[in-house]
C-alpha cells in the first residue's frame, strides 16, 4: 500500500512532477551536460561517504544511488509518491528509506543525522522562503553537519527560457511535457554571492561554492550553538 499524501490539495510543482516522473531523467541525457554529470557523480559520494545522510526531494532516486553505496544510512524524502515509487524500484538497501514528506515540514525520523543532500531542489524554493527552508533543514541536523546543495545554472541554449519574473523577484519557465501539457514552473538561478549572503546571515558556517558548466553546488555546515 502507498503511503498517504501529506497534502492532499497539490501545489502547482507538486502537480507538474507528478505529472513528470516517468520523463523526469531525460533532462540527464542531455549530450551536453554529460562531462558535468560524471564529474559530479564521482564527487558527491566523496563527500558523503560514511556519513547518515537526510536526503531532501529525492525525485526519482536518480542521486540517492549514488550516495547509499558510500553512505552508513540514507533516509530520503519526496513530496510525489509518482516519483518516489521510481526512487524505490531504483534503490533497494537495507540502510536506505524512502519517505513521502514536506521539504517545509520535515520529519523527525528518531535519528541523528549528520548529513543532508537536496538536489535540484532550492531552485524551486520561492526566494521568500529560502531563509525558512534552511532553518527547518538545519534544525533537522546534528550541529556541524555537511549540508549539499546541487542544483543548475541557466546556460542558454540548454535551460529552459525564464518566462516571467513575479514581484518578489522570483523566475518561471513554462515547460511542456510528452503528453503535451504545459506547467508554469518556478525556477530560480542563485548567484554564488545570493548564497554565501545566507550563509552570512547566520545559517551556514565554513561554506564553499562550486560551479561547473551547467551545475553549482553550496556546501555549508550546520552552525554549533
Given amino acids: 500500500m502507498s503511503e498517504p499524501s501529506l497534502q492532499p490539495d497539490l501545489s502547482p510543482l507538486q502537480s507538474y512532477y507528478a505529472a513528470r516522473a516517468s520523463e523526469y531523467d531525460r533532462v540527464y541525457l542531455k549530450p551536453e551536460r554529460q562531462s558535468d ?97 534552511l532553518l527547518g533543514l538545519n534544525s533537522a541536523l546534528a550541529p556541524g553537519a555537511l549540508v549539499v546543495l546541487l542544483d543548475n545554472l541557466f546556460v542558454a541554449g540548454s535551460s529552459s527560457a525564464i518566462s516571467e519574473r513575479d514581484g518578489n523577484g522570483n523566475t518561471y519557465q513554462t515547460r511542456t511535457l510528452s503528453d503535451g501539457s504545459t506547467h508554469r514552473v518556478l525556477k530560480n538561478f542563485p548567484t554564488e554571492a545570493q548564497l554565501q549572503a545566507l550563509a552570512q546571515a547566520g545559517l551556514a558556517e565554513s561554506s564553499v561554492y562550486r560551479r561547473w558548466q551547467h551545475y553549482w553546488a553550496f556546501e555549508y555546515r550546520v552552525p554549533k550553538p
Avoid: K, M
Wanted: with cysteine.
Fill in 37 to 133: 554529470l560524471r564529474r559530479i557523480e564521482q564527487w558527491l559520494p566523496s563527500l558523503l561517504a560514511g556519513a547518515t545522510v537526510l536526503e531532501v526531494a529525492c525525485g526519482t532516486g536518480y542521486w540517492t544511488r549514488f550516495i547509499v553505496p558510500v553512505a552508513s544510512a540514507v533516509v530520503a524524502l519526496d513530496s510525489s509518491p509518482e516519483t518516489l515509487h521510481i526512487a524505490r524500484e531504483r534503490v533497494v538497501a537495507p540502510h536506505a528509506e524512502f519517505h513521502i514528506g514536506d521539504a517545509y515540514a520535515l520529519p523527525r525520523f528518531g535519528r541523528s543525522f549528520n548529513a543532508a543532500f537536496a538536489g535540484f531542489w532550492f531552485s524551486h524554493v520561492p526566494l521568500e522562503r529560502q531563509r525558512e527552508f
